[in-house]
């Protein structure tokens, strides 16, 4: 791809990038890729073209007829790049190569959640998942010869996770798993807001949730542009995986981290930030993947938590630097040992006490690219938005944004009725439910508020 040399811009550091000459062209914006026409090919012919951020229509023959499927695809910044660095057991750390690491196409157009993954080397195969509303649909192409497929996803039924959240300050409680856990005080979570449910009042609540996202609570530096990447901020993200993620992706890691576990882990973030760059103006940065057994005795993702905040949090500053110097402004563990759900400290962005959460149970992985890697992904970008400052829509806004943390609103299933920060995935219809979006066509559904 050919972005501009520069990285995202730090979100914690206040030094200006100057812009660079080149400039994104959207002159691909209609270019369709035949059911026939090899993927990787077209990719590479926009490449040779200089063109920032080739954007495509794909079209793929349905399974068993003759119509075909399409969808609006550009391709995505990369979370793993060339300066990410991976180590075991916090080891010697070595650069990840970027031809190992696929090209991912992800949807460009609203509403749709996509992420398809191109390879750049051996059979250029692709590989990927579209959800659009309910419908989700595995997208394929065996090879450079072979036509692009469209086939209805298989069945997959989430497990039934909870997440939790800790807030930055001293006597609130974790919530989790429905239960709550540490001392209480007058400052406990549910008592610090109202939920009187007025519909007319959603939006304010839907504005409340953005704003806090956006950073107002957060301590942001300068405001720089990254030219040409359609984003203002960066997170560089220190992340730990365990073996049982690397065992999910069919690899057992025992000389470092494999190639396809990498990729999960791209897929993973670059998932999240079809939301990130397009809502809250940041671009996730894996700055450095540490492979280790840190949690395969906690049995719960409190106890994980705990673990990763006691070995790793410090007021002198961050645990880890890179080779080049820099710094993380998050530390997040992607796990595929289940813990119960996932868990993150709320509002922590650039704290190197507190900037810690994870998602563990990750089922998903970058062979089959299927459905289970949406859920793998909205349950991610669910636990990092807790630490950019936003809680759960049932709980901590007012007006409630939904009750799907208390009771499943009747008007359920609904597509797109509610938002990631959401656990309306738990009812009836799934994460067909979910908008992948902090927004939502809230004031769609039929509440049925339960205080």
Known sequence: MIFTKSRGIPLCVASLLLAASSSTTAADKNNVIPVDESIAARIE???TARVIIPRFILQAQRSGSEANYQVQVREAMPAVTSTTTTSVRGGNSRYVDEDDIATMLVSDEPDVFALIAVEKNGGKKANGIVQR?????????????????????GAFNPPPLRCGYRPDTEG??????????????????HQDHSHDFDPSKTDDALADLKHSLRGSELHIGKRRRAQGVGYDYHVDVYVEIDFALCAANGETCAEGIGTKTLNYVNALFTGANTI???????????????????????TDSG???????????????????SPSGVKPDLHHALLGKGLGGGIAFLGVICDSELGFG??????????????????????????????????HTHDDYSPVIDTCGTSCPTGLPLAKSTTIMSYCDLCTGGDSNLAYTFGGNIKALVFAVIL
Do not use: C, P
């Open 358 to 391: 994870l998602t563990s149970g990750l089922k998903g992985n970058f062979v089959s690219m299927d459905n289970v890697v949406v859920w793998d992904s909205s349950a991610f970008m669910h636990e990092i938005g807790h630490n950019f400052g936003s809680g």
């Open 45 to 47: 012919k926009a490449h």
């Open 172 to 189: 609130r409680s974790l919530f989790e798993d429905g239960h709550d856990d540490h001392d209480h005080s007058a400052h406990d979570h």
């Open 133 to 153: 509303d309910a419908e989700k649909i595995k997208i394929t192409q065996n090879g450079s010869g072979a036509k692009t497929m469209a086939t209805i996803a």
């Open 276 to 298: 990130y760059e397009t809502e809250i103006n940041t671009h996730l940065h894996v700055l450095h993947i540490d492979l280790n057994t840190n949690y395969d005795s906690s």
């Open 303 to 321: 106890m994980a938590l705990d673990t990763m905040q006691t070995k790793f949090g410090s007021s002198a500053g961050w645990h880890y630097t």
